[in-house]
């Protein structure tokens, strides 16, 4: 699904089996965002297919939050040149508090390339914003394109709906702090982790507005 010219929505339709949405910024260089589970990545090949792209093409691949269904497939890229972005203390987490998840992998020596803290981040011709924010796990992060107005939520926040707290290093006070700063940006494009994407600037704060003032008191 072809949301502009430069970013590209692999949607997770299916509401019988868990996987997350995937992402492809394509400029100079191209930028997969949560490749989600192993044994489902064939939704994503088939995506990458339809752009003329394999996962051989893709130059980073950049995880926003170290659940299974969003960052599983990154063995699919260990043989690649691929890059693997994840938050310091995401992989902090994942190291300390959460060891199952290499199993998972099935490479319990799995490292990223890169460790993200907040701040900008550069690839080619693409300027990133990472903002870290925590609630869901501990180094979850949004990325935000301004350029596009674009904001990858990973499972900050959903259309209509927020993040899970009851699993290892979830918060409730700290998703709805990163809630809050999330929604300061300006944000034309709601890209989150499962669920629509959102478009229009005030489609996009009436869903911040909508879900402070229903799901905030439940967590």
């Not at 044994?39 to 297919?49: M, P």
């Not at 490479?107 to 300027?127: S, V």
């Amino acid at each position: 699904m072809e949301i502009t010219d430069r970013i590209f929505a692999f949607p997770w339709l299916d509401p019988t089996t868990n996987n997350c949405n995937t992402y492809l910024l394509r400029s100079e260089k191209r930028i997969l965002v949560d490749p989600g589970h192993h044994h489902l990545f064939q939704y994503v090949e088939d995506h990458l297919a339809g752009l003329s792209l394999s996962v051989r093409d893709i130059d980073v691949v950049i995880i926003t939050h170290a659940h299974p269904d969003h960052m599983e497939s990154v063995r699919q890229f260990m043989e690649t040149s691929a890059l693997i972005a994840v938050h310091q203390l995401e992989m902090e987490f994942v190291r300390e508090m959460a060891p199952h998840y290499a199993e998972t992998l099935r490479n319990t020596g799995f490292e990223p390339h890169l460790l993200l803290q907040e701040g900008d981040l550069r690839i080619g011709d693409i300027a990133l914003q990472v903002v870290h924010t925590p609630g869901h796990s501990p180094g979850s992060i949004c990325l935000y394109w301004p350029e596009e107005k674009a904001l990858f939520t990973g499972d900050l926040i959903f259309n209509q709906g927020i993040g899970r707290t009851d699993l290892p290093g979830g918060n409730g006070q700290a998703l709805k702090s990163s809630i809050r700063k999330a929604s300061a940006l300006d944000v034309e494009i709601l890209l989150p982790g499962h669920g629509d994407v959102l478009s229009g600037r005030d489609a996009v704060r009436k869903n911040f507005e909508d879900v402070e003032n229903f799901w905030f008191a439940y967590i």
